[in-house]
């Protein structure tokens, strides 16, 4: 990793819903900017248009009306279509004017979360990712992901409290996005994109200065 005194960083936080990458997100940005580093918070789907329309089809409060009368949650390719134009937007109006004013972008999920999510076509073995890399070929590649890997049981009983889940948020699903975000990390690393494991159990502190340390480029 670049020396942020010379180069503002574009990192980005991934893992399974309960994973914590909101929190490590958050606390990675209060460091940087801690130390005088301009640093910006960001995530997907974003706060722009798109992305508040995806957030309500998640939450299920966009459904999608049926030829019978009846009403189900949009389609995957649907959803796939829409992420991707919600992350060029976020490209194009948040995360590039950043980088080039010298600001360290910090993103909760990117195109990542859309392979592993999106690529998810059923309980089987299935998985179809190629269209979906498709989709998002001109979106930045980041500098560094940080890829927190969790249990299923450990999201679980942290997502036990909150009020309302996601489509996504049920033990089958997560069991399953477990096990494609492996492939996920795994191919991309392959490929020559930096991925960082680290372990989603530990400690928020502990993970925190893990993060920071290797942004900084101090361990």
């Keep these: 990793m670049a020396d942020l005194s010379k180069n503002a960083p574009f990192v980005v936080i991934e893992g399974l819903d309960g994973a914590g990458t909101t929190t490590q997100t958050a606390l990675l940005v209060e460091r940087l900017q801690a130390t005088g580093q301009e640093a910006i918070s960001t995530r997907e789907p974003s706060d722009g248009p798109v992305g508040v329309l995806i957030r309500q089809m998640l939450s299920k409060r966009v459904v999608t009306p049926r030829a019978d009368g009846s009403v189900g949650p949009v389609g995957r390719e649907v959803l796939a279509l829409l992420f991707a134009a919600d992350r060029l937007d976020h490209v194009e ?28 076509v059923d309980a089987s073995d299935h998985f ?56 996920v990390m795994g191919a991309l690393e392959e490929e020559g994109e930096r991925i960082v494991r680290l372990d989603a159990s530990l400690a928020i502190d502990e993970l925190s200065d893990a993060i920071y340390a290797i942004v900084t480029g101090e361990s």
């Design 128 to 183: 179809d990712i190629d269209w979906v890399r498709t989709l998002n070929e001109r979106a930045r590649t980041p500098d560094v992901t940080f890829f927190l890997e969790a249990p299923v049981d450990l999201c679980l009983s942290r997502m036990s409290g909150r009020g309302s889940r996601d489509i996504y948020e049920t033990r089958e699903k997560l069991e399953r996005l477990e096990r494609r975000y492996a492939q």
């Design 93 to 120: 109006a948040e995360i590039e004017p950043a980088l080039a004013a010298g600001k360290a972008v910090i993103s909760d999920r990117y195109y990542h979360s859309s392979f592993a999510y999106q690529g998810d």
